[in-house]
């Protein structure tokens, strides 16, 4: 491979909550240290441990060559940047540049989105397992959270459950959605024929969607991104579509995420909302990381980062099907995380989650509690690390804890 995704990256020190906040008192949901003898193998928080394409940091430096930082418009290139990743990734054609807008990060742009389609207290349809970040931005809002439980089909493949949904949608009469494509935490990217059905649900509802599709470039195994708002000109017109390359690209620290928004009347309404704060401005060194990762070097990168993360998820599945017997996983089609139900494992050996959770923490496999996530007894799993530090965490896991 051109680029590398072998070497350990050391990240200590260097301001990474994956390292940093272990074992660090107040610091969330963050694993506790591990004995004398294990080094941290950060598996928890859903960023990557490799280095990013080298565009980027090379992009941040020729802008910061220029020592001033002031006021500054955003180039046509940014825009442009966007529109042709969307072209030749997702298929999408058309999108102008007065159809996507700058975003602080994904979930300020679900807030916003919220506060366009709902008034307070007002009811939101998720599914679950639901990603934390939205059910924290719903409580701390004061919206109410309604589930539709996903449902793992014959194959176990997990499927969305229209009858409930549309039930739900009609006793709480909600009218505003967020859907999870590709999913979070279960990995699923949704068929074409699938979004068109949710879509299809909402529309006979009057549902609005906001569509959280950051995500999007992290295919495996050749799956492919269908965006919400290509499967109908209803679902065009009816979703408020949010990107970014924090995720692809290992980019969260630098804040950066874009809406892609069709509906005129709907774009200004949150506009207007994003912008009585005053506090959704963009950073200049975001916008040139940006256009480093939508650079041709940046779309080699990625093709090669999916072969990767499928060969990681190859490697943890198959170790969980013929090494762990009681733990259940679906293998993930997108994403590079992994959502494992130990609630067999826990019957069988005795233990409640919480002390198997504890047990790989304590042999610095630093996995993450998947029960925030809704998902009872689960495991959330990192595998964006090279493939020897995913062999080492499963060494340890099969020695000390399994």
Known sequence: MKYDFTSYLDRKGKDAAAYDSVGREGYGFAPDAPKEGFD????????????????????????????????????????????????????????????????????????????????????????????????????????RIVHSNLKKDEDGIWRMDYQDMEEKIRKYHIHAAIFCSPHNPT??????????????????????????????????????????????EDARQRTIALYAPSKTFNLAGLVGSYSIIYNDRLRDLYLNELGRTHLNSMNVLSMHALLGAYSAEGREWVDEQRTVLSENVEYAVSFIHDHIPGAEVSRPQGTYMLFIDFSEWCRAHGKTLQELKKAGWDVGVAWQDGEIFGGKNCIRMNLALPLSRVKEAFRRLEKYVL
């Open 40 to 143: 941290i193998i950060p598996m928890w928080i859903a960023d990557m441990n490799f280095p990013t394409v080298p565009a980027i940091p090379e992009a941040m430096i020729e802008r910061a060559r220029h020592p001033a930082y002031g006021y500054y418009l955003t180039p046509d290139a940014y825009y442009d940047a966007i529109i042709s990743w969307q072209r030749d990734r997702n298929k999408v054609e058309n999108l102008t540049a007065g159809q996507i807008d700058y975003l602080n990060g994904v979930l300020g742009g679900v807030a916003a989105a919220l506060k366009v389609l709902c008034g307070p207290g007002d009811p939101v349809l998720v599914h679950q397992p639901t990603y934390i970040g939205f059910t924290n931005t719903l409580k701390t809002n004061g919206y």
């Open 187 to 232: 990995g699923r990217v949704w068929e074409r024929e699938e979004i068109e059905q949710v879509m299809e649900v909402y529309r006979r509802n009057d549902v609005y969607v906001i569509s959280d599709e950051i995500w999007s470039d992290l295919l495996l195994d050749g799956h492919h991104h269908i965006p919400t708002q290509s499967v109908s």
